[in-house]
């Protein structure tokens, strides 16, 4: 296993784990998330591939923006450090998005995706007051009500699934600094990756948890339909935080993708 910390645009950092062996997967986590998000999978996963996680910019040991910055040029400079032409992308919730949108920028790069409650750039989310709550507190720079909220929201099946220590520790410490991760974030394209689901040629599975938000499942199943050959797996008791809640099961569905 090695640590590094990779340069990025505007004088920052990434912190990265590389381990394992065999052909590269990337693990990417979510908003609210760092890379402890793979803790209960990527032992398993390393002894298939040589995977690397990486706190993504802002969030768990990488700096906070100071400049302009986009997620899929922070994993093209992961990509380009570590030397890795091609990968398997792993990405849950804005890592699932990332990853999507990544592949239809850089198809070249990428091997096969596998979208894990994944969110989608271009689409629409109805309004609710739950979510309309949780955007509210992302917003308000108020670290306790997003965390709150996040874990409300998205960790539903509460402290009596698996992994709750470790997602309510994570979504803590986290919720601390979104708000500066995201300040720099911008996006370039003005077409949403729904709209061109058609063109993604890899081998894609998609997963969702029963028990995660409504709209999750309603994206995982336009994902499902739109991509070419794409597979769409279920995994019973697991709720936005399938990692930590189901490793097992979905590390089974990573590996057999």
Do not use: Q
């Not at 989310?125 to 409300?152: Q, V």
């Not at 998205?154 to 470790?166: H, I, Q, T």
């Not at 938000?213 to 499902?224: F, K, M, T, Y």
Request: aromatic share 6%; charged share 25%.
């Amino acid at each position: 296993m090695t640590i590094e910390y990779i340069p990025v645009s505007g004088g920052g950092s990434l912190w990265a784990e590389k381990t394992g062996g065999g052909a590269p997967m990337v693990l990417l986590h979510g908003s609210v998330h760092d890379s402890r998000l793979w803790d209960g999978v990527l032992p398993a996963l390393a002894r298939h591939h040589t995977v690397i996680r990486y706190d993504a910019r802002g969030l768990g040991r990488s700096t906070p923006p100071t400049a302009p910055f986009r997620y899929e040029d922070d994993l093209l400079a992961v990509l380009d450090h570590f030397g890795i032409e091609r990968t398997a992308l792993v990405g849950l919730s804005m890592g699932g998005e990332v990853a999507l949108d990544f592949t239809l920028e850089h198809p070249e790069r990428v091997r096969s995706l596998v979208l894990v409650a994944a969110s989608a750039s271009g689409h629409d989310w109805p309004d609710s007051p739950e979510m309309d709550a949780y955007m509210a507190a992302d917003r308000g720079n108020d670290a306790g009500r997003l965390a709150e909220t996040e874990l409300t929201v998205w960790a539903s099946l509460g402290d009596r699934a698996p992994g709750w220590a470790a997602i309510e520790g994570m979504v803590t410490e986290n919720a601390k600094v979104r708000v500066a991760s995201e300040k720099d974030h911008v996006r370039f394209s003005e077409v949403g990756a729904v709209e061109l689901l058609e063109r993604v040629a890899v081998p894609t599975t998609v997963v969702v948890g029963d028990h995660d938000h409504p709209e999750i499942d309603v994206i995982a199943r336009r994902l499902a339909e739109g991509i070419p050959g794409a597979r769409l797996e279920i995994v019973a008791a697991a709720d936005h935080y399938l990692p930590l809640r189901a490793p097992e099961r979905l590390t089974e569905i990573i590996i057999r993708r």
